[in-house]
């Protein structure tokens, strides 16, 4: 069992920047692959970056370049630096966690966080 914690959500103006923690408890986490997923109302949970056990990272193709994913297994946290935001990036960010490789599907996770909102305004 994983526990996960998002914070660092709140309101930006386009073009500015947050970080975005996920502070997790329970078994060992560097056994995890990690991802960020994101969830407007009325839509379906969206994936945003992923990072594997060993650090190797992956984005969706919109998040290239803005947003970078990373972990440090001795603080048990996951996080997501987000730069050069844009209005259409506000949603409730989830962090999620898996005992095996990265993948892009929220289905394919087995433990979520509460999510942390991330407003983006004009």
């Known amino acids: 069992q994983v526990q996960l914690v998002e914070s660092g959500g709140g309101l930006v103006q386009a073009g500015g920047s947050l970080s975005l923690s996920c502070a997790a408890s329970?078994?060992?986490?560097?056994?995890?692959?990690l991802g960020w997923f994101r969830q407007t109302p009325g839509k379906e949970r969206e994936f945003v970056a992923a990072?594997?056990?060993?650090?190797?990272?992956y984005y969706a193709n919109s998040m290239k370049g803005r947003f970078t994913i990373s972990r440090d297994n001795a603080k048990n946290t996951l996080y997501l630096q987000m730069n050069s935001l844009k209005p259409e990036d506000t949603a409730v960010y989830y962090c999620?966690?898996?005992?095996?490789?990265?993948?892009?599907?929220?289905?394919?996770?087995?433990?979520w966080g509460q999510g942390t909102q991330v407003t983006v305004s004009s």
């Open positions: 999620a966690a898996r005992l095996s490789g990265v993948a892009p599907r929220p289905n394919e996770y087995d433990y």
């Open positions: 990072i594997s056990k060993n650090s190797n990272t």
């Open positions: 329970g078994r060992t986490f560097s056994n995890y692959a």
